[in-house]
Nanobody, 124 residues
Framework: QVQLVESGGGLVQAGDSLRLSCAASGHTLGIRLMGWFRQAPGKEREFVAAIWLLGSNTEYADNVKGRFTISRDNAKTTMYLQMNSLKPEDTAVYYC?????????????????WGQGTQVTVST
């Protein structure tokens, strides 16, 4: 089992920045992929960004590319999402997720473990 805890959400104004964290614990040795997803009210959960723990390759959704940066610490147990130039349409609950093994990073259903989510609200 892997436990994930997100933190860092909050209420900000458009153009501001936030940094989300996702701390992983438990049986983390097999984790190969970590990702961020978000879900706005009335919408489906959507892919935001992902990072492979071997090699640190990353992938981003087109609507956050150039504004968001995903990273992880050297111990590979904490993942971050630096969000700059936030827009009202970024408002959502942000979830971190992990995959034991490899998969297509953009598909939520392929991940094994999920955090409880952290709310990000961007006002105009």
């Amino acid at each position: 089992q892997v436990q994930l805890v997100e933190s860092g959400g909050g209420l900000v104004q458009a153009g501001d920045s936030l940094r989300l964290s996702c701390a992983a614990s438990g049986h983390t040795l097999g984790i190969r992929l970590m990702g961020w997803f978000r879900q706005a009210p009335g919408k489906e959960r959507e892919f935001v960004a992902a990072i492979w723990l071997l090699g640190s390759n990353t992938e981003y959704a087109d609507n956050v590319k150039g504004r968001f940066t995903i990273s992880r610490d050297n111990a590979k147990t904490t993942m971050y999402l630096q969000m700059n130039s936030l827009k009202p349409e970024d408002t959502a609950v942000y979830y971190c997720a992990t995959k034991i093994g490899l998969t297509i990073p953009t598909i939520a259903g392929m991940y094994d473990y999920w955090g409880q989510g952290t709310q990000v609200t961007v006002s105009t």
